[in-house]
């Protein structure tokens, strides 16, 4: 998913240093204000979406890492009080209850930057009461809900618009009170309010907010700006606001309009309160089916975002301090607001019973129309519900396949049940990696994955042992080849130099075969003279014949055995030539099969080192 739709409100996060913790997600009260987004490096952040998100400012409350911010138009303002714009402020009755020391040289720091004029919402406040009765006693009880906040609003009309004909039509304080400036005062300047209240601007940019009101200065914000002067609030003349007002000045407290109605209408009227985040919103989802069933009709549900009321709003300095200086100061107001002109008598006394109140806020309002402070309300559009199959595929991504699996609503991703996770990743706007039990999932298969491998690798290691066994062996019997063939070659050596001495011997052999071949041959030719001799001498040279021709038969088969020894010897030479050089391959040969078997000697000797190393290795992934 992009982030090009997100992000873009009043509320945002800096997403940067999001580490997408779930705090955000875990105390907003609407499902898709926050949108859980996988960035390129596969880490998650959470954003906002403003079309979802009714600045209830929880997030701000609970995002400890300190990445989730708002913005206000405070710049824009003292950029224009700069330029000469003329400029009024109104401010919220919260301000004097959270700055009661400081306040009125708050008004001159503003009034020494060029504010024109100030105006207390307090006097505003009066008039939404005054309205609220009137409406109230005309149409009789009906569980109206009040509406001075933004925050209310916007749940109703973005999420639960079924309540819209509940919601009160009457303007907030602060719209009372530019509509009461503009059209029964005539002050023409541009307003700015000084705000407890993030959403005011919401509620300022509305089509209820008539463009009566240019800026939402908040209290957080308006202080940095007076801090970043360098000076102290003391050398700043003191302003007053100049309008009186009545009991208005108690809204911003915790049950301030109940105390309002009860102050005009009696300890009778019913006003119900549902205050705080996390009373409010599921108090109002329950609201629709119960509140039309009770016996006695409530005139008014009084319904505050902040739990603490106005006085510690979205955006107030005080909102995360645990002090009660604004209780104590509204503690003092409350005294003081109760002797407001509109319930004094002509005689000087005060009024005190609630009837001859409420006749003294009609005589002192008579004045107004009650239309002019009427207003409507946007049925914004609400997404549908995913459908069941959506549900259920959001269900089986995450493994959660059965009852117990739907319902063991950890809360890690946030959301209170898995329901609501369900809902959000068929939403689109989270992720089944958010889900512990998903991940629980994913890593006991990854186990059972990496256990498997150990296994594994617990037989490759027998086996590695084995081999670096039976490489110790083959290099063990290579080495006796070794031996062997290096014998095989000393004798081989050997029988090659017998050979040649033997082809020196036959040599000599020939040699001496043919002298006596010669000798034969000289004999046989003496034989034959001799014969020849004898027969010249007759009788006398018969004896001598005879053993010139036992000579000359004796030098023939000499000469023929020494003729075939010297074919034999020949034939001889010749094998004894060809065994030479067989020989001499031979040498060759087993000279190879040793180079051959050094090689295959080193190469076990590298296979034992590898195969020990793997062994220590797999030994080490077993521990």
């Not at 911010?69 to 009080?81: G, K, R, S, T, Y």
Request: net charge negative; proline share 3%.
């Amino acid at each position: 998913m992009k982030n090009g739709s997100y992000n873009t409100g009043l509320i945002y996060t800096d997403s940067d240093n999001c580490i997408g913790c779930n705090n955000c997600i875990r105390e907003c009260p609407e499902l898709k204000a926050n949108v859980c987004l996988q960035r390129d490096d596969g880490s998650f952040k959470i954003y906002t979406d403003e079309k979802e998100c009714i600045l209830c400012g929880t997030c701000l409350d609970t995002c400890t890492h300190g990445v989730r911010h708002f913005i206000d138009d405070a710049d824009d303002f003292f950029n224009a009080l700069k330029s000469g714009r003329k400029i009024s402020v109104l401010i919220a009755p919260a301000l004097l209850l959270n700055y009661s020391e400081d306040y009125q040289h708050i008004l001159g720091f503003l009034k020494d930057k060029g504010v024109n004029g100030f105006y207390s919402v307090s006097y505003g406040a009066d008039i939404t009461s005054w309205a609220y009765l009137k409406y109230i006693l005309e149409k009789g009880p009906q569980a109206m809900i009040s509406q001075p906040c933004p925050a209310v609003v916007s749940h109703i009309e973005m999420h639960q618009p079924e309540l819209l004909r509940q919601l009160m039509p009457v303007q907030s304080p602060m719209m009372c009170t530019a509509i009461h400036l503009r059209k029964y005062m005539n002050i023409t300047d541009e307003f700015a309010f000084l705000s407890p209240c993030i959403a005011k601007k919401v509620e300022i940019g509305s089509t209820r907010g008539q463009g009566l009101i240019g800026y939402n200065v908040t209290f957080t914000r308006l202080m940095e700006k007076i801090r970043a002067e360098g000076r102290s609030l003391r050398t700043y003349t003191p302003v007053n606001d100049e309008i009186e007002y009545g009991m208005g000045g108690l809204y911003p407290v915790p049950g301030g309009l109940k105390e309002n109605v009860s102050f005009y209408l009696g300890p009778d009227a019913t006003v119900l309160q549902a205050e705080g985040e996390r009373h409010l919103y599921p108090y109002l989802k329950e609201l629709p089916s119960w509140i039309n069933r009770v016996t006695d009709t409530p005139h008014l549900i009084d319904c505050l975002n902040c739990g603490r009321g106005c006085n510690f709003g979205t955006a107030t300095e005080g909102r995360h301090h645990h002090t009660d200086y604004a209780q104590i100061a509204a503690g003092r107001l409350r005294k003081k607001v109760k002797t407001a002109p509109e319930y004094v008598r002509e005689d000087g006394t005060i009024m005190t019973s609630p009837e001859e109140r409420y006749a003294g806020l009609n005589e002192y309002y008579k004045e107004l129309k009650l239309n002019d402070f009427l207003c409507n309300y946007n049925d914004r559009e609400v997404k549908d519900r995913p459908s069941t199959n959506a549900i259920r595929d959001a269900y089986a991504s995450m493994y959660k396949t059965t009852e117990a699996d739907k319902k063991i609503d950890c809360c890690s991703c946030g959301y209170a049940t898995c329901e609501k996770m369900a809902e959000a990743i068929a939403y689109g706007i989270n992720h089944k990696e958010n889900c512990v039990y998903y991940i629980k999932a994913q890593l006991r298969t990854q186990l059972e994955g990496a256990q498997r491998i150990v296994d594994a690798f617990s037989s490759i290691s027998e086996l590695m042992g084995q081999l670096s066994t039976e490489n110790v062996a083959i290099s063990k019997d290579t080495d006796d080849i070794n031996k062997r063939v290096e014998q095989a070659v000393d004798h081989s050596g050997e029988m090659q130099q017998a050979l040649l001495e033997v082809q020196d011997v036959f040599k000599s052999l020939t040699a001496s075969i043919g002298e006596i071949t010669n000798i034969a041959r000289n004999t046989n030719i003496l034989s034959i003279n001799a014969s020849i001799e004898a027969a010249h001498a007759g009788q006398f040279g018969v004896g001598f014949a005879v053993v010139a021709n036992e000579v000359g038969d004796l030098a023939k088969k000499s000469m023929a055995a020494a003729t075939k020894n010297r074919d034999n010897n020949e034939n001889i030479s010749k094998v004894l030539a060809r065994l030479a050089e067989s020989t001499k391959t031979l040498a060759d040969q087993i000279n190879e099969i040793r180079q051959a078997t050094d090689a295959i000697t080193e190469n076990v000797g590298g296979i034992k080192t590898k195969s020990e190393e793997i062994v220590q290795i797999m030994d080490d992934l077993n521990a």
